[in-house]
């Protein structure tokens, strides 16, 4: 079993910048992709960036490709998604999630943290 925590979301205008956190537990996250996806109300869940565990191999989605950087720390067992340039179609519930393999797909993502507000305002 893994849990997951997200932090760091929060209000910020457009142009700027925030660092998501996911802290991992449980499970064996040597195996584990984590995966970042976002919501915005109304709309379905957004597959954004995931990042292999053991290789540190990642994988974006088009729309963030370029502004947004995902990261992992072996030693805090914690996976970060670097946001900047940020518009105001970024506000959105963001959440971490992992599973076994990289893919853009959420069906693929077995475990989900609880989500972290992201308002990006004009």
């Known amino acids: 079993q893994v849990q997951l925590v997200e932090s760091g979301g929060g209000l910020v205008q457009a142009g700027g910048s925030l660092k998501l956190s996911c802290a991992a537990s449980?499970?064996?996250?040597?195996?584990?992709?984590l995966g970042w996806f976002r919501q915005a109300p109304g709309k379905a869940r957004e597959f954004l960036a995931d990042?292999?565990?053991?290789?540190?191999?990642?994988n974006y989605a088009d729309s963030v490709k370029g502004r947004f950087t995902i990261s992992g720390d072996n030693t805090k067992n914690t996976v970060y998604l670097q946001m900047n340039s940020l518009k105001t179609e970024d506000t959105a519930v963001y959440f971490c999630?992992?599973?076994?393999?990289?893919?853009?797909?959420?069906?693929?993502?077995?475990?989900w943290g609880q989500g972290t507000q992201v308002t990006v305002s004009s």
């Open positions: 999630a992992a599973g076994p393999l990289l893919s853009s797909f959420r069906s693929q993502y077995t475990y």
């Open positions: 449980g499970g064996t996250l040597r195996t584990r992709v």
């Open positions: 990042i292999g565990w053991s290789d540190g191999s990642t």
